[in-house]
């Protein structure tokens, strides 16, 4: 059994995704997502000129060993673009083990340790008078849990709120579109947005919210018990998580629970904040964090230290992402909430899959492998398009957290 073909594939269906396929010489193939937001080529690139010809001749049972070869063998480790990279092998390798296997890739992680995976969706307003409806939209679909995102007065644009009302994808242009951020404003406005959905959806809805980021430590903590009345599930990514010790700060001043970690693309950039239990919900993603393998070691280590899983699942990552995190999602004992946003009617036809919502919970396919597919024919009629995330200045016009 061996590797005999790879394929790096670009495509553009609404927004970009690189997916890499590998064949062995049984023909069975394996789908690895590779897609890092606003920086797809980077990956593509690496993938083609670095990891493709190291594949061809290496036996896909390996994972471990495979996943070690790419890791250390690479010399310079870790960082989103070869973590990416890797992820997309392991990805694939897991497929394709499956289908050998005859048995879905959960299967091969210990089995159910849930019935389904609860998903929490998206709601999004342009002002605190629209939050209501947006929230009541997702209570229909059966989401038990909900993230609010909503407009501040005064800044003419605002993250997690799409400003055509459709689907928020952010990376909006070619070059680096820029936004207006105030802090003064968010903190002032954001517990009344929590304040109204409380009192008109009761105490029984998980709730959380993303900063993206964007405060200090202090500013952080003074949100996040602010907050403490309306008992958020989480404060997503309060402040930026490379001076970690923040986190400390925060802790010593809320109790409203913390997640952080889609940034991250190592055990090593979460393992302080985990062990020191610092965060609530860590929320790397299978594609960015080293795939199936290296996330499982990094959920293994939370489940230790009484830390749930938060995965990221934004449309950046790619059905075969969502198809991978769902089958860990179920294995594991620690899990928390896996985030849903559906992908476009394009995506799901370019990369048809198994996994479905039903009832507030996401269900992996139970077809040997990952479940998941790309149509390489169709995928070929969206070419690439340059698309960037933007930037973010205070109103004085100094460069700030995006």
Same mark, same amino acid.
């Given at each position: ?18 997916? %890499?396929?590998?064949?062995?010489? &049984? +023909? !069975? $193939?394996?789908? /690895?997502? *590779? ?73 091969? %992680?210990?089995?159910?340790?849930? &019935? +389904? !995976? $609860?998903?929490? /969706?998206? *709601? ?79 105490? &029984? ?198």
């Amino acid at each position: 059994m061996k590797i005999v073909d790879a394929r790096v594939i670009v495509t553009c269906p609404g927004r970009n995704f690189v997916t %890499l396929k590998l064949v062995t010489d &049984d +023909g !069975v $193939t394996g789908v /690895g997502d *590779a897609t890092l937001n606003g920086r797809e080529l980077a990956v593509e690139a690496y993938l083609r000129e670095h990891v493709v010809p190291a594949l061809i001749g290496r036996d896909p049972a390996r994972i471990e060993d495979t996943w070690q070869y790419l890791y250390k063998g690479a010399y310079w480790r870790r960082g989103p673009v070869t973590m990416t990279a890797i992820a997309a092998v392991d990805t694939a390798l897991w497929d394709i083990k499956g289908k050998y296997a005859g048995l879905p890739v959960y299967q091969l %992680l210990g089995g159910r340790s849930r &019935d +389904g !995976v $609860t998903a929490y /969706g998206h *709601a999004y307003a342009a002002s605190l008078d629209e939050v209501p409806a947006a929230v009541a939209s997702l209570v229909a679909q059966n989401y038990r849990a909900v993230r609010v995102q909503c407009g501040i007065p005064g800044l003419s644009k605002t993250y997690g709120v799409s400003a055509s009302g459709g689907s928020y994808e952010p990376a909006d242009s070619a070059v680096p579109s820029v936004e207006s951020w105030s802090t003064s404003r968010y903190l002032a406005f954001v517990p009344t947005v929590f304040e109204r959905v409380r009192s008109e959806f009761g105490p &029984d809805l998980q709730l959380l919210h993303d900063v993206h980021h964007r405060l200090t430590p202090i500013e952080a903590a003074r949100l996040g018990r602010s907050l403490e009345p309306y008992a958020l599930t989480w404060l997503e990514d309060p402040v930026p998580a490379e001076l970690q010790d923040g986190y400390r700060l925060i802790r010593s001043h809320t109790t409203t629970p913390l997640a952080v970690g889609e940034v991250f693309n190592s055990i090593w950039d979460c393992a302080d904040l985990i062990q020191s239990q610092l965060i609530d919900y860590v929320r790397c993603s299978v594609v960015h964090a080293g795939g199936i393998t290296h996330l499982r070691r990094i959920f293994d280590l939370a489940a230790l230290h009484h830390v749930r899983s938060g995965s990221h699942g934004a449309t950046d990552l790619s059905p075969i992402c969502m198809a991978a995190a769902l089958h860990l999602d179920l294995a594991i004992p620690n899990f928390g909430l896996q985030e849903h946003m559906p992908h476009t009617a394009e995506t799901d036809r370019v990369f048809p899959h198994g996994y479905h919502f039903a009832d507030g919970l996401l269900h992996p396919s139970e077809e040997p492998g990952l479940g998941v597919d790309i149509d390489e024919e169709l995928a070929a009629r969206y070419p690439y398009r340059p698309a960037s995330l933007p930037v973010n200045r205070l109103e004085d016009g100094t460069l700030h957290s995006w």
